[in-house]
């Protein structure tokens, strides 16, 4: 589908009998149709003269061109979206009538679309942000969206808190900057006053917020839902997203460094993995659990700033997603695809999480003003699948309209009636209570879970989430926004505090902040919670950037390239020329990267074959000694032959510098070690050895 140079922008055209063409080409026309003798020039008196208003082909190109933009959304503006299905594996029909839950083998139609939250739409994708993961599931009995994130828990409890947080977060009004990130005052001040986010800061510390692509994120429906079976009882259900490749992220310093080399890293990997035939797969889970259930809990169920632990409530694994199609067209589907929260099938209904409750009227909201009118559900992305049968009609851009003379019900003529048996019914939950506008009671707690998402982390990970810190109020001007901020860090972890509190520079550690509700100190530490617990089971996915000179050994490279490709995993030749190397055995290497374009931050591990004379050159080139210094920096494999050594003395790593991440390649067995020592992923244990903040 990719290939296709051009398709009949019209459907109605009638086909091929209607088509102006001159031989093979089609003739190019106006918006109306109409054959256009001149792309090139304007209509103008004389050669020089003025143009003529009476150029109705210039007027409506330049038109159209005009209006090409509808308002990017306000939040989440950065995307990406693709296609693909749901498959159940595990029959629900014992908790939910949904149709699309009923029998294992079921297949469902989706479109997902992976965001970022804070930047515009034009910013780079690997910011340190949440991630967006809302998925379209075009069901039998209409679509439903489960709008979700890459992180279980939100910042804010109440909805009408949600414009101040993103207020807070996105550029400063006055200046306009900073863009796609959240180490500025406004962010801290904001979160620094708000202690129910301090959760939300623990995971938006941590490498979630980096992760190497979406295929190796996962997703979560994040509120409390129902599902309701088919006699009408409810069952509570949270949803996650687990991808089958596992968990994985970049390090901060790479993160900076991929989005100067490569803007688009997220959306070209996803589009890469499809077009090359390997769709990325999650599988989906759900902890279902009831009200003697929540009513036992620690914590609120409708809070969504808690997860409930997946030791205290198991995943039941009951279907899987995979994303198999790229989009025909960006704009068509990724820019107008709209999410609305409110969009529930039958079997699947809302609790009373107050932000659950928010967001069903803003999305629908949100989408009237980018989409323009009512009718966004007649563009094909947002079309359900199964019929669309009611009286309402007209409104901007109507385009999919009903025949015949009825359009009002009841009526005499004929046409869809409503169905209490088949049609969606509301959960019919007890209510009462006086109208208030309060936080509940039930809410207070904001540091517990903070503290055991923490303590559930392994080391490195700890500190990775303390160099965030670091680096984020670094970035904050005012020291008294710092202050505040490390003040809730007590009451999370004293060595967390103490450490951030130490990397800011300060005096000493703040004296904690009060908390509405003393912290539960002992909650069991959760191993899902950690990425490097759950890590890829293999190097399926990852990608080899192989860095070549001319006189490099030919035999060697097939072999590694054996090895890389038997392990699922994808290589880039990177060359000092894009044109390729001259191997060793004469044949010409075409290269897919310039040294200068291929930085090694773009890729899982790296391998550097050099003859002597092209280390030699190497040596003198800065993107070639960055290559090998970053990737030692960020702790990735480097294999190298032995001819590279002086290149790497060159790039500041010494023969003393090199531990257990360096695999030798001289023999055709050394790909296979190198391939194996990749799989184990990163060589944590270099970090300490690289970084200033492991050392104060
Ligand atoms: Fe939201 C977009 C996820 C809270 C209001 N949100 C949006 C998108 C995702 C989420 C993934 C992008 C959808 C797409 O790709 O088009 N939002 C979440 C999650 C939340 C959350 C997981 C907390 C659990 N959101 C939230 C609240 C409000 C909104 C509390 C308002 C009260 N969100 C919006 C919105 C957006 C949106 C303004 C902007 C663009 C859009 O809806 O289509 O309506």
Same mark, same amino acid.
């Given at each position: ?6 398709r ?11 088509q102006i063409?001159?031989?093979?080409t089609?003739v ?8 256009v /003798? ?12 003025? /143009?003529?208003?009476e ?7 330049i ?7 509808i ?10 979206g693709?296609r =693909?299905?749901?498959?159940t ?14 029998k294992?083998g079921?297949?469902t ?7 970022t939250?804070?930047g ?20 039998k009995? =209409?679509?439903?969206?489960l709008?979700g ?26 200046? &306009? ?16 006053l708000?202690?129910e986010?301090?959760?939300?800061v ?5 490498d979630?917020?980096?992760p ?17 079976d ?10 996650h997203w687990k991808p ?10 790479e993160?900076?460094?991929i ?13 890469d ?20 259930? /929540? +009513? ?13 632990p997946e ?23 990724t ?10 099938v ?9 932000l659950l409750?928010?967001?069903?009227f803003?999305?629908?909201d949100?989408?009237?003003k ?10 094909p992305v ?9 009286f309402?009609?007209?409104g ?7 025949r ?10 004929g046409?869809?009636r ?11 939950s007890?209510?009462?209570? +006086?109208k208030?506008?309060?936080r509940?009671?039930?809410f ?12 559930s ?7 990775h ?17 710092r ?5 809730h ?5 004293a060595?967390?505090a103490?450490?951030?509190?130490? &990397? ?13 509700k ?15 617990k ?8 990852r ?6 000179t001319?006189?490099?050994? &030919?035999d060697?490279l097939?072999?590694?390239?054996a090895a890389?490709e038997g ?7 990177? /060359?000092?020329?894009?044109?390729g190397?001259?191997?060793s ?12 374009g ?9 391998a550097?074959l050099a003859s002597?004379d ?10 070639a000694?960055d290559?090998?210094?970053?990737a030692?920096a ?7 032959t032995a001819?590279?050594?002086p290149?790497?003395?060159?790039a500041?790593?010494?023969?003393e510098?090199m531990?257990? &991440?360096?695999v030798a ?5 050394d ?9 184990k992923?990163r060589v ?13």
């Amino acid at each position: 589908m990719t290939d296709e140079v051009y398709r009949d922008r019209n459907p109605g055209a009638g086909g091929e009998t209607h088509q102006i063409a001159e031989g093979d080409t089609p003739v190019l026309t106006t918006q109306q149709g109409v054959p256009v /003798a001149d792309d090139q020039n304007t209509l103008r008196v004389g050669d020089r003269g003025p /143009a003529l208003l009476e150029d109705f082909h210039f007027r409506e190109k330049i038109f159209h061109f005009d209006h090409e933009r509808i308002p990017e959304r306000v939040v989440h503006a950065r995307g990406f979206g693709v296609r =693909g299905y749901f498959e159940t594996t595990d029959s629900l029909a014992d908790v939910t009538r949904a149709d699309l839950f009923q029998k294992a083998g079921e297949k469902t139609e989706v479109f997902v679309r992976f965001s970022t939250v804070a930047g515009n739409k034009g910013s780079f994708d690997l910011a340190r942000d949440v991630r967006g993961f809302a998925v379209k599931f075009y069901t039998k009995e =209409g679509n439903w969206d489960l709008v979700g994130n890459n992180i279980p828990v939100f910042f804010i409890q109440d909805p009408i808190k949600f414009p101040d947080v993103v207020h807070a977060a996105k550029q400063e009004p006055d200046r &306009g900057f900073p863009q796609a990130q959240t180490a500025h005052d406004n962010f801290w001040d904001f979160i620094s006053l708000s202690p129910e986010s301090m959760h939300m800061v623990m995971w938006i510390m941590s490498d979630r917020t980096i992760p190497r692509s979406f295929r190796f994120m996962e997703g979560f429906g994040v509120h409390t839902f129902r599902f309701v079976d088919a006699e009408g009882r409810s069952t509570f259900v949270k949803f996650h997203w687990k991808p089958k490749l596992g968990l994985q992220s970049v390090v901060w310093n790479e993160a900076v460094k991929i989005n100067g080399a490569d803007p688009d890293f997220h959306r070209r990997d996803l589009w890469d993995a499809i077009e090359m035939g390997a769709p990325p797969e999650w599988e989906l889970g759900v902890q279902l659990f009831d009200e003697a259930f /929540a +009513d036992s809990f620690e914590f609120d169920i409708l809070d969504s700033t808690k997860i409930i632990p997946e030791e205290q409530v198991p995943i039941r694994v009951v279907g899987r997603l995979v994303l198999d199609q790229t989009v025909d067209n960006f704009f068509a589907e990724t820019e107008q695809v709209a999410f609305c929260t409110q969009n529930v099938v039958p079997g699947i209904g809302f609790t009373n999480d107050p932000l659950l409750q928010g967001r069903n009227f803003s999305y629908l909201d949100t989408q009237l003003k980018r989409l323009g009118g009512p009718n966004f559900t007649h563009i094909p992305v947002n079309a359900p699948r199964c019929p669309v049968m009611n009286f309402q009609q007209d409104g901007h851009m109507a385009t999919t309209n009903p025949r015949g003379r009825v359009n009002y019900e009841p009526n005499s003529w004929g046409g869809p009636r409503e169905s209490p048996t088949r049609g969606y019914r509301h959960f019919p939950s007890h209510e009462a209570g +006086d109208k208030r506008q309060i936080r509940p009671e039930s809410f207070a707690d904001h540091y517990s879970q903070a503290r055991q998402f923490y303590a559930s982390q392994t080391p490195i990970e700890q500190k990775h989430i303390a160099d965030a810190l670091v680096f984020e109020l670094s970035k904050c001007e005012r020291e008294d926004i710092r202050m505040r901020m490390v003040s809730h860090l007590p009451n999370i972890d004293a060595e967390l505090a103490a450490t951030v509190a130490a &990397g800011l520079g300060l005096a000493k550690t703040p004296a904690a902040a009060k908390p509405a509700k003393p912290p539960i100190a002992d909650l069991p530490p959760s191993d899902p919670l950690s990425i490097l617990k759950n890590l890829p089971p293999s190097f399926e996915g990852r990608k080899v950037g192989i860095l070549i000179t001319d006189g490099a050994d &030919g035999d060697l490279l097939a072999e590694l390239i054996a090895a890389v490709e038997g392990a699922g995993a994808t290589y880039e030749i990177i /060359a000092p020329k894009v044109g390729g190397a001259r191997l060793s055995d004469g044949t010409l290497q075409p290269a897919k990267q310039k040294i200068d374009g291929g930085p090694s931050v773009l890729y899982d591990a790296v391998a550097v074959l050099a003859s002597a004379d092209g280390a030699a050159l190497l040596a003198v080139d800065k993107p070639a000694k960055d290559f090998v210094s970053d990737a030692f920096a960020h702790c990735k494999v480097i294999g190298h032959t032995a001819e590279a050594l002086p290149f790497f003395e060159k790039a500041g790593v010494a023969a003393e510098d090199m531990d257990a &991440g360096f695999v030798a390649l001289a023999k055709a067995a050394d790909a296979t070690t190198f391939v194996a020592a990749c799989a184990k992923g990163r060589v944590w244990a270099r970090e300490l050895e690289v970084d200033l903040d492991a050392m104060s």
